[in-house]
């Protein structure tokens, strides 16, 4: 009987690692997971996209204006909104082109900013937001396929060796 166990453990065995070489040599399995991470440089008004390490991606930003700045600190994404309504002081606005926060909405973990698009696509590269992070629709767009609920967001108030490194080749 404990024959019998052993020889369908080692079957169910057998079996799982066929079918996840299968599962590799199909592209399904992922063999190192992705450590990703959004780090913002406030003064350089940058976005960057961290993946394992590497940067991935880079885009241009509007960062919150001097009387209303963007927070600074490690925060994490908790939602994203495709198409999201404006809600701020009475006001409500449907998703569409006059829409304030654009077409996505990825939210952080200090209530009340996120990352989003914009209807005013000229603010970026200034400090001109009410304290959240704002890309150009297409870019929050690509930003929103890319980024998770848990992905750690560091928004820098000052430059370091390592937004340097990120920025360097971008100006």
């Given at each position: 009987?404990?024959?019998?166990?052993?020889?369908?453990?080692?079957?169910?065995?057998?079996?799982?690692?066929?079918?996840?070489?299968?599962?590799?040599?199909?592209?399904?399995?992922?063999?190192?997971?992705?450590?990703?991470?959004?780090?913002?440089?406030?003064?350089?008004?940058?976005?960057?996209?961290?993946?394992?390490?590497?940067?991935?991606?880079?885009?241009?930003?509007?960062?919150?204006?001097?009387?209303?700045?963007?927070?600074?600190?490690?925060?994490?994404?908790?939602?994203?909104?495709?198409?999201?309504?404006?809600?701020?002081?009475?006001?409500?606005?449907?998703?569409?082109?006059?829409?304030?926060?654009?077409?996505?909405w990825i939210g952080l973990s200090q209530k009340g900013y996120g990352i989003h698009g914009t209807d005013e696509?000229?603010?970026?590269?200034?400090?001109?937001?009410?304290?959240?992070?704002?890309?150009?629709?297409?870019?929050?767009?690509?930003?929103?396929?890319?980024?998770?609920?848990?992905?750690?967001v560091e928004l820098h108030a000052e430059r370091t060796t390592e937004t340097d490194q990120f920025f360097a080749t971008v100006h």
């Amino acid at each position: 009987m404990r024959a019998n166990r052993m020889m369908r453990v080692a079957a169910v065995a057998a079996i799982g690692m066929l079918a996840g070489t299968r599962a590799q040599a199909a592209g399904t399995v992922n063999p190192e997971p992705v450590v990703r991470r959004i780090v913002v440089s406030i003064p350089d008004r940058k976005l960057a996209v961290v993946e394992n390490d590497e940067v991935v991606q880079v885009f241009d930003v509007a960062v919150g204006a001097p009387v209303s700045p963007s927070p600074t600190g490690t925060f994490t994404i908790i939602n994203r909104v495709a198409d999201p309504t404006y809600y701020h002081s009475g006001t409500v606005i449907a998703p569409g082109p006059r829409n304030p926060i654009g077409t996505r909405w990825i939210g952080l973990s200090q209530k009340g900013y996120g990352i989003h698009g914009t209807d005013e696509p000229s603010s970026i590269g200034y400090a001109r937001s009410h304290g959240c992070i704002r890309l150009r629709n297409a870019d929050v767009e690509r930003l929103f396929e890319r980024v998770r609920p848990g992905d750690v967001v560091e928004l820098h108030a000052e430059r370091t060796t390592e937004t340097d490194q990120f920025f360097a080749t971008v100006h």
